[in-house]
């Protein structure tokens, strides 16, 4: 079993949707990130968490501690939203080491 | 402030050479990670250097090598290329590295051997 669980694997929907990626991990971590990658390979960090909720824009991201759960919600999508959302973990094992999910691949259909 | 500059952009080499990569990371960061994503296993840590000084690593064989300068540059060497190596070579930078450091990625240098 990955360390890391993304779900769902791939995600289509229409434009204006609401959108949520979930993201389970099994160990203990410090801090836990959430990535996009456009075709073509570049990654933007998007966040950056260790506790409760992080807003950008139509972007928002939380996590529960507890429960070793974090979602990305993406409010009013557009299809320039579309692109691989990763979540990865600083395991508290190994500090300087990201552990990667396998990727929400989301297409956002106008 | 420039981004995080991988070198090249894209590489073909043959089965048996060597290669090497190189990342500028954004300026004042010290810390410099590489990533190799395939198709097949995603996304995987290579190793993380620190003011010179590599500071982990991850489950490569001993033909992926790296190192950073005293500019905080780095490069990753990969030595008798095979074609497995095929991938996205991805470098990330922080200020500092470690557990609560944001990690700034490059655009990758996609690199396939034949």
């Known amino acids: 079993k990955n360390e890391v669980e993304q779900s769902p694997q791939n995600l289509t929907a229409q434009e204006g949707e609401f959108i949520t990626i979930n993201c389970s991990y099994s160990v203990g971590i410090s801090a836990l990130h959430w990535l996009q990658q456009h075709p073509g390979g570049g990654i933007v960090s998007l966040f950056m968490l260790s506790s409760g909720k992080k807003k950008h824009g139509r972007l928002i991201a939380t996590i529960n501690i507890q429960e070793k759960h974090s979602s990305l919600h993406i409010t009013a999508s557009h299809p320039r939203d579309s692109a691989v959302y990763i979540c990865?973990?600083?395991?508290?094992?190994?500090?300087?080491?990201?552990?990667f999910g396998q990727g929400t691949r989301l297409t956002i259909n106008p | 402030k420039a981004g995080v500059t991988q070198t090249p952009r894209y590489l073909i080499k043959t089965r048996g050479q060597q290669v090497t990569l190189s990342c500028s990371p954004i300026?004042?960061?010290?810390?410099v990670s590489w990533y190799q994503q395939t198709p097949g296993q995603g996304l995987q840590f290579l190793f993380e250097?620190?003011?010179?000084?590599?500071?982990n690593k991850g489950n490569f064989p001993g033909r992926f090598s790296g190192r950073q300068f005293s500019n905080s540059r780095s490069e990753m060497n990969v030595s008798t290329l095979e074609l497995g190596d095929s991938a996205l070579y991805l470098c990330?930078?922080?200020?500092?590295?470690?557990?609560?450091?944001?990690?700034?990625f490059g655009q990758g240098t996609r690199l396939t051997v034949v």
């Open positions: 990330a930078s922080s200020p500092l590295g470690g557990e609560r450091s944001e990690a700034f």
């Open positions: 300026s004042g960061h010290r810390s």
């Open positions: 990865a973990v600083r395991n508290l094992q190994g500090a300087q080491k990201l552990v």
């Open positions: 250097y620190f003011s010179e000084t590599q500071r």
